[in-house]
């Protein structure tokens, strides 16, 4: 017996009609605005080499990648990322080019879940990488960009979350120097386990950031809280990366994002390579994660080319699925016409067609060998006109019943 | 918008449960007595709405990591063993025991170079917790009393909850070294969290003061 021949792989899908509308409508906006921001399309390969994404990155840990080997037995994976892909293409062919470098991309990323988590093991992501440019401009720039590709998807109200990774780190460096005493820090933290945390905190040394760092957890929201968060910082690179983000904050708040953006100052990325601002971004009616970026500038490191970066990627998936739930997105209209050829006629019913879709009129031949056939189907298939192609031309509107 | 959701482990957290919304002076007479339906409406002092599902414990975790339930109340024991991306905010200090290794009385576990076979209801705390100690075993997984599988020579020790220790006591077993404890959780979805930030935080500090109260 063959098995496997029916279903698909668990986490995947087959999309139909309003399904595909849908994700195409979000990935065309997303790509328009991208290209309209000066941002070019890059495409990189769906399956790299395993040791581009060993790194020990406890996003994509190497369980969680799907593997395969290639007729020399190297170890491949099929893409779960696209950020390192697109590094290495600018450190390796792109060395010469203006700086800086503006790429964005819309393809998917694979990952290998727990099964029947009901999570997807290919996502459709798009994103922007913008490459060799450090400081605030750039950051502000790819905030606004992250909060207008969730605007112009127009899937509801959303939450651009901000935060710093150098916040974070510095205080817990602060606080103990073994780096797995870190980690747990950091962990709960991310987790906004305060119990947790708490205790743990317990068993170190009492310090004015220890009492800090108990409450880090909670200091999400708006500006209110920056101001909590100031008199109580007395680290100066926290202190270095509370300004910033005030000051991030306060440009967003002036392109009139108030309303939209919250700064989580307990935000603690878990992707390793991000080294400055970070983000995430959420819209109403979807609990999963649907924007996600930040600044890396160590990353090009890695393929001996030191440039600083920042970029972002959209879960397509997700905000496509919100708008189906929403009923936003309609199946594909039937074609206008059903170009029905009598015997003998039918390539002058391809020319026909020709015409008509050079005027943009949608129309499909007809295969069927009698009218009463041809006229069968476009009724179930709701197509409102049969046009029909003989030494004279002929319209039955099926609507009307009419004969034109 | 539709009411904040919390999905509530079934059984003996769901009991707890229903006494720490009582304290808080939650109208809970719909869950108390809940018939047939499978969403069920809490009424706060205030009069504001939320709904309550109950469901088994790895469920829980699953709405949760979904968005289709806001908060839950799940054991750190579930939580443990499946893991996933959400807040854990409160330790709820109520549904407590702890998870630890046993093995039977007569029987020295960490002596001797074979490689011990370990059964579990849950692998995966037993796996970590193995690799932390830098142990190499066997895990088996098994589905109910575990405290059976040393009697039977399945295996050489178990991983499981222990709260008295009495079972394990009729079962001629003895703990060799606790693991950690476990306690009920308040958990919260991510994007909820930011998304709803005042309903859920006011939640949470209503959960939290009197949870403390409670403890005290």
């Known amino acids: 017996m063959r098995r496997n021949i029916r279903v698909t792989p668990d986490g995947t899908r087959d999309l139909l009609f309003e399904e595909c509308n849908a994700r195409r409508q979000v990935e065309q906006k997303l790509s328009r605005l991208f290209q309209l921001r000066g941002f070019s399309e890059a495409m990189t390969p769906g399956i790299e080499f395993y040791d581009l994404f060993d790194s020990g990155n406890p996003v994509i840990p190497a369980e969680k990648m799907y593997k395969m080997t290639d007729y020399k037995g190297r170890l491949l994976v099929m893409r779960p990322d696209s950020t390192l892909p697109i590094a290495r293409l600018v450190a390796t062919r792109l060395r010469q080019a203006p700086l800086p470098i503006r790429l964005y991309y819309t393809q998917d990323v694979f990952y290998q879940n727990h099964s029947l988590s009901g999570r997807n093991d290919q996502e459709f992501q798009a994103g922007v990488e913008l490459i060799g440019c450090k400081g605030d401009k750039s950051d502000i720039e790819v905030l606004a960009l992250a909060a207008e590709s969730l605007k112009i998807c127009n899937a509801g109200d959303f939450r651009l979350e901000i935060g710093h990774v150098g916040f974070v780190m510095s205080l817990v460096e602060e606080i103990d120097e073994n780096p797995d005493v870190q980690d747990l820090i950091k962990l709960h933290i991310e987790n906004k386990n305060y119990a947790a945390l708490g205790s743990l905190l317990d068993t170190l040394k009492p310090s004015s950031t220890a009492q800090f760092l108990r409450n880090l957890p909670r200091l999400f929201g708006g500006k209110e809280v920056l101001s909590a968060a100031a008199p109580l910082c007395t680290n100066p690179q926290a202190r270095e990366a509370l300004d910033y983000l005030n000051m991030v904050y306060g440009k967003l708040c002036d392109l009139g994002l108030s309303n939209h953006v919250i700064i989580d100052l307990g935000m603690v990325h878990k992707n390793e390579y991000y080294t400055g601002v970070i983000f995430r971004g959420f819209i109403e009616g979807s609990g999963d994660v649907v924007i996600s970026g930040g600044r890396y500038d160590t990353l090009l490191q890695r393929f001996g080319c030191d440039l600083p970066a920042t970029g972002f990627g959209v879960n397509v998936d997700s905000i496509t699925k919100i708008k189906l739930a929403r009923n936003e997105v309609k199946p594909p209209f039937p074609p206008e016409f059903l170009v029905h050829a009598e015997s003998g006629f039918e390539t002058e019913a391809l020319k026909r067609i020709e015409e008509l879709i050079q005027d943009g009129v949608c129309s499909e031949f007809s295969v069927f060998s009698s009218l009463e056939e041809a006229r069968d189907y476009a009724v179930k298939r709701k197509i409102p006109k049969i046009l029909i192609i003989s030494d004279t031309e002929k319209i039955i509107d099926l609507n009307s019943g009419e004969m034109l | ?216």
């Open chain 2, 1 to 216: 918008m539709r009411p904040i959701r919390i999905a509530v482990t079934k059984g003996r957290l769901e009991k707890n449960t229903l006494e720490l919304f009582d304290r808080m002076g939650f109208d809970t007479t719909e869950l108390s007595d809940k018939g047939r339906k499978l969403i069920l409406p809490v009424y706060s002092p205030k009069g504001s709405v939320f709904e309550v599902v109950l469901a088994k414990a790895a469920d829980v975790i699953t709405y949760v990591n979904h968005g289709v339930c806001d908060l839950g109340v799940v054991g750190k024991d579930t939580i443990a063993e499946y893991g996933g991306d959400f807040y854990e905010v409160v330790d709820l200090g109520f549904g407590k025991c702890r998870f630890a290794l046993a093995a039977p009385n007569d029987t020295d576990f960490f002596n001797g170079y074979a490689t011990k076979t370990v059964a579990s209801k849950y692998p995966n705390v037993a796996r970590s917790y193995f690799e932390s100690k830098g142990m190499d075993v066997r895990i088996i997984k098994i589905e109910g009393t575990v405290e059976l599988t040393p009697l039977l020579g399945l295996s050489d020790a178990i991983v499981d909850l222990v709260e008295t220790g009495r079972t394990l006591k009729e079962n001629v077993l003895k703990v060799v070294e606790d693991i950690m404890p476990v306690s009920a959780r308040l958990i919260v979805n991510i994007a909820c969290m930011k998304l709803r930030k005042l309903e859920i935080e006011g939640f949470i500090k209503k959960v939290e003061e009197y949870t403390s109260v409670s403890a005290n």
